[in-house]
């Protein structure tokens, strides 16, 4: 699972490279798949640390129930809403991401009698 989470990851950044570089050529400073590649790096990238940080809440006691696939429905849904929040400016996406992770921090507490 690891190796094929890498390679997704090389090949997302490659993509990115890849879609930069042709914008450049076209004289653009920023295109949409470059902005695409980098949502799609964002949420991966949450939904990596989440998962280790569920882990090592569940192993220590912190946690009883994860739902790693409810995750991914939060981020498939936000990163459509993140992709077009982050055209329109840079500012909202990052509201839109940084507002995805609290709310996804709140559904944890919750299903876990935290909150």
Same mark, same amino acid.
């Given at each position: 699972?690891?190796?094929?989470?890498?390679?997704?990851?090389?090949? #997302?950044? @490659?993509?990115? @490279?890849?879609? &930069?570089? #042709? @914008?450049?050529? =076209?004289?653009?400073?920023?295109?949409? !798949?470059?902005? =695409?590649?980098?949502? #799609?790096?964002?949420? *991966?990238?949450?939904?990596?640390?989440?998962? $280790? +940080? +569920?882990?090592?809440?569940?192993? $220590?006691?912190?946690?009883?129930?994860?739902?790693?696939?409810? $995750? *991914?429905?939060? @981020?498939?849904? *936000?990163?459509?809403?993140?992709?077009?929040? /982050?055209?329109?400016?840079?500012? /909202? !996406? /990052?509201?839109? $991401?940084?507002? !995805?992770?609290?709310?996804?921090?709140? #559904?944890?507490? &919750? /299903?876990? !009698?935290?909150?």
């Amino acid at each position: 699972m690891t190796r094929w989470g890498v390679l997704g990851l090389l090949a #997302i950044l @490659a993509a990115g @490279a890849v879609a &930069v570089g #042709i @914008a450049r050529l =076209l004289g653009r400073s920023d295109s949409r !798949g470059s902005v =695409l590649v980098s949502v #799609i790096a964002h949420w *991966l990238g949450a939904w990596s640390l989440w998962n $280790f +940080a +569920a882990g090592l809440a569940h192993h $220590f006691g912190w946690l009883a129930v994860y739902d790693g696939p409810l $995750f *991914l429905v939060l @981020a498939l849904v *936000l990163g459509g809403w993140h992709y077009r929040a /982050r055209l329109a400016s840079p500012e /909202r !996406g /990052r509201v839109v $991401f940084v507002g !995805g992770q609290l709310a996804w921090l709140l #559904i944890v507490l &919750v /299903r876990n !009698g935290l909150l």
